[in-house]
């Protein structure tokens, strides 16, 4: 995740943004921050320019949890052009071989089964990923030859959407890490007719959904109007356990201290994650405090909202002839 501060309001959330083909993740995060005037944002995993799709925009005190979203299962219909080998794996690299392709779906389906599950995948030797703390990139631009390992990555399923003219549609469900570019590379290689990645949609993350996004071009009409469609900052921590707090334990929490003595809590494993709530004021919604672990019947903060990020100028205060509270003296 990229963020940056700049002058602007407060404003705390998360948009499901359908960025365009032909811009940066970064300059397409910018044009939105431009129209909600936000102080704050960030991005919770980049599409490269010539994909389009799902991309999830942080504001504020969300930015504090987009780093999850990094990691998140995706799904992509990718665009195969079968037939056609490039530099970079994709549309933006240069032809390096041309082969007639007479290539039929039976073909197609018979080689796709060994590409799901956990499989070894060579990234492009154009990619971000930092040898040497150098990007392959670079020692490519450079016409350096260099040595790429092959990485475990997760491919949960991948579907035939359709195969038209030599381009074959995919729909692909996987983990972090993996390189749509390379596998549409190792598709031709197995089928022997070559191939490139000619465009790419991300259709899902981490639980969201494409159609569930404005598209940019709405956004900046939308103004600060747009304020109006934003997720709460939980929205990012919806798959963690969750865990509420009175106000005792909601204050010192805040102050960054362990709490003991908690009930159990059955869906929450060790030292896993888990959101945390304090008591909200009447009428108001629940107050998200931040993220924490579990232990036992420990808690630890990990990931703390600030005063101004909670929406209050001081934290949770004790509610007179509040219970006593176990509690770690150290932070």
């Known amino acids: 995740m990229k963020s940056n501060k700049t002058p602007g309001a407060a404003v705390h959330g998360v948009l499901l943004l359908d960025k365009p083909r032909g811009i ?36 504020g005190a969300a930015t504090k949890f987009a780093q999850r979203h990094l990691e998140a299962d995706k799904r992509y219909t990718a665009r195969v052009r079968l037939g056609e080998t490039t530099t970079t794996d994709d549309a933006e690299g240069a032809v390096t071989q041309r082969r007639i392709v007479s290539i039929d779906r039976a073909q197609v389906e018979a080689v796709l089964p060994r590409f799901v599950g956990t499989i070894a995948q060579t990234p492009p030797l154009h990619s971000a990923l930092k040898r040497d ?6 020692y490519a631009r450079a016409g ?12 949960d399923s991948i579907h035939v959407l359709g195969l038209d003219d030599g381009v074959l549609t995919l729909d692909v469900r996987c983990g972090k890490g993996t390189y749509i570019r390379a596998l549409a590379r190792d598709i031709g290689v197995a089928l022997g007719c070559g191939a490139h990645l000619a465009g790419l949609t991300r259709t899902e993350s981490a639980g969201f959904r494409l159609d569930q996004a404005i598209g940019l071009d709405a956004a900046e009409a939308a103004g600060t109007a747009l304020r109006e469609r934003l997720l709460r900052p939980d929205a990012l921590l ?20 362990r709490l003991s003595g908690l009930a159990p809590l059955p869906d929450a494993a060790a030292d896993s994650e888990i959101r945390v709530y304090g008591p909200p004021a009447a009428g108001a919604p629940d107050m998200l405090l931040g993220v924490g672990a579990r232990n036992g019947a420990e808690l630890v903060p990990r990931r703390l909202l600030s005063p101004e990020e909670l929406g209050s100028p001081t934290p949770p205060q004790p509610r007179s002839g509040s219970g006593p509270i176990h509690q770690d003296a150290t932070p």
């Open 24 to 59: 940066t993740s970064q300059a397409a995060l910018f044009r939105v921050r431009r129209a909600l005037g936000a102080a704050k944002a960030g991005h919770g995993g980049t599409l490269d320019p010539l994909a389009d799709g799902l991309l999830i925009l942080c504001f």
């Open 144 to 155: 350096e030859a260099v040595d790429v390992a092959p990485r475990a990555v997760r491919i």
């Open 238 to 257: 919806q798959d963690l356990p969750r865990q509420d707090l009175e106000y005792p334990q909601a204050a010192a929490f805040l102050q960054g201290r």
């Open 133 to 138: 703390g150098k990007p392959l990139y670079a």
